[in-house]
């Protein structure tokens, strides 16, 4: 175990599909595609980042019996353990105390080596891991969840696939959601590589856990004191600084939206797409929901203007959450104008 050839290893993600969206397009009033990152084996876009970590860390060592540790209970984690599996490697993840058994039981179903919690913080559980169990283990890989130049070229991958998809012609704009950045990272460094500097990037972030409009309004990279968002995924407290400065650059928009818009993102596509992907991935849906609120972020945004949504997906979803967000939530969907010919506008509570 932890020995097969360069040549003979799998690719831990997949190429997703790019779905242009009737139902989101009319709502949004410019074309939609949607970037299918929810279709990865980990059910997250993280399989193209943390996989070509773990594959640059095998190719580094091909005959050392490594064994891969995150501290991440939500995608991250869930992706180093399923690219793990498909690498034939073991992967142990330590989580704190407060994790969901919704999601101990993933990373165990998953094929997770160990799932150790410990700790009353994510703070306590990484400091475990770092200075006890890495400690010990010669062969062991930490794996960082977003800052890190291999997870986010892994990630930037995605970009080579929607310029085939979309026969070389550049978006208008590429939308995507901001935890700590590596997705951000990932989908610069793609456009960048593909001739596409000239796209324009929506970062979106929930209050709080908005650690990168944060780090801009201070000018500066900042610490969030705490998450107080209920999209869990994209809690982290500080950006990497490698989003921070892409962020800064001239065709980077910061967008900032409520966790009640981010579930009405999630369970609006559910009916109009059907597809369930959780709050962190659903604020960037919710961009389409808001009415005017592409074409004013997007200067010059017509109604064959093409827009992509990275659909980052997330495993923290279930049928009952969806449930539940539509009912604390659907209060406010009365005011969102979709019009008639957008399903999720006709079948949504006007209370």
Same mark, same amino acid.
Not at 3 to 15: A, F, N
Not at 218 to 239: F, N
Not at 255 to 281: H, K, N, P, T, Y
């Given at each position: 175990m932890g020995s097969m050839p360069e040549r003979e290893l799998p690719q831990p993600w997949?190429?997703?599909p790019l779905i242009e969206s009737a139902a989101l397009s009319k709502a949004a009033g410019c074309r939609i595609f949607l970037k299918l990152e929810n279709l990865q084996p980990s059910g997250s876009f993280k399989s193209r980042g943390i996989g070509n970590l773990l594959l640059s860390s095998i190719r580094a060592r091909p005959t050392s019996p490594l064994h891969f540790y995150s501290s991440s209970g939500g995608n991250a984690g869930l992706a180093c353990v399923t690219?793990? &599996?498909?690498?034939?490697?073991?992967? +142990?993840?330590?989580?704190?105390?407060?994790? +969901?058994?919704?999601?101990?039981?993933?990373?165990?179903?998953?094929?997770?080596?160990?799932?150790?919690?410990?700790?009353?913080?994510?703070?306590?559980?990484?400091?475990?891991? &770092?200075?006890?169990?890495?400690?010990?283990?010669?062969?062991?890989?930490y794996v960082p969840p977003f800052d890190h130049p291999a997870v986010w070229t892994g990630a930037s991958s995605m970009v080579r696939e929607v310029r085939a998809q979309l026969g070389g012609v550049a978006p208008d704009a590429v939308v995507c959601s901001v935890g700590g950045g590596g997705l951000l990272c990932g989908v610069m460094e793609g456009l960048r590589r593909e001739g596409w500097g000239g796209v324009r990037v929506l970062a979106c972030e929930t209050e709080g856990a908005a650690s990168l409009r944060g780090s801009l309004d201070a000018g500066e990279l900042v610490t969030l004191e705490a998450i107080t968002s209920e999209a869990s995924s994209l809690g982290a407290k500080r950006v990497a600084r490698r989003a921070f400065e892409y962020a800064c650059e001239e065709g980077v928009r910061s967008v900032v939206l409520s966790d009640a818009q981010a579930a009405r993102g999630c369970w609006r596509l559910a009916d109009d797409e059907r597809l369930m992907v959780e709050m962190a991935c659903g604020v960037s849906v919710a961009v389409c929901y808001e009415e005017g609120l592409l074409r004013g972020l997007v200067p010059g945004l017509g109604e064959e203007g093409r827009v992509v949504i990275v659909l980052c997906g997330g495993s923290h979803v279930s049928l009952e959450m969806l449930m539940g967000w539509r009912e604390r939530f659907g209060g406010v969907e009365a005011v969102v104008d979709g019009g008639e010919d957008v399903p999720s506008w006709v079948t949504a509570p006007k209370g």
């Amino acid at each position: 175990m932890g020995s097969m050839p360069e040549r003979e290893l799998p690719q831990p993600w997949i190429e997703t599909p790019l779905i242009e969206s009737a139902a989101l397009s009319k709502a949004a009033g410019c074309r939609i595609f949607l970037k299918l990152e929810n279709l990865q084996p980990s059910g997250s876009f993280k399989s193209r980042g943390i996989g070509n970590l773990l594959l640059s860390s095998i190719r580094a060592r091909p005959t050392s019996p490594l064994h891969f540790y995150s501290s991440s209970g939500g995608n991250a984690g869930l992706a180093c353990v399923t690219a793990a &599996r498909s690498l034939a490697y073991p992967a +142990t993840v330590v989580v704190p105390l407060s994790t +969901t058994a919704f999601m101990i039981a993933k990373l165990r179903a998953a094929g997770a080596t160990a799932v150790v919690q410990v700790g009353a913080s994510w703070a306590e559980a990484d400091a475990h891991l &770092r200075d006890h169990v890495l400690a010990r283990d010669p062969h062991g890989v930490y794996v960082p969840p977003f800052d890190h130049p291999a997870v986010w070229t892994g990630a930037s991958s995605m970009v080579r696939e929607v310029r085939a998809q979309l026969g070389g012609v550049a978006p208008d704009a590429v939308v995507c959601s901001v935890g700590g950045g590596g997705l951000l990272c990932g989908v610069m460094e793609g456009l960048r590589r593909e001739g596409w500097g000239g796209v324009r990037v929506l970062a979106c972030e929930t209050e709080g856990a908005a650690s990168l409009r944060g780090s801009l309004d201070a000018g500066e990279l900042v610490t969030l004191e705490a998450i107080t968002s209920e999209a869990s995924s994209l809690g982290a407290k500080r950006v990497a600084r490698r989003a921070f400065e892409y962020a800064c650059e001239e065709g980077v928009r910061s967008v900032v939206l409520s966790d009640a818009q981010a579930a009405r993102g999630c369970w609006r596509l559910a009916d109009d797409e059907r597809l369930m992907v959780e709050m962190a991935c659903g604020v960037s849906v919710a961009v389409c929901y808001e009415e005017g609120l592409l074409r004013g972020l997007v200067p010059g945004l017509g109604e064959e203007g093409r827009v992509v949504i990275v659909l980052c997906g997330g495993s923290h979803v279930s049928l009952e959450m969806l449930m539940g967000w539509r009912e604390r939530f659907g209060g406010v969907e009365a005011v969102v104008d979709g019009g008639e010919d957008v399903p999720s506008w006709v079948t949504a509570p006007k209370g």
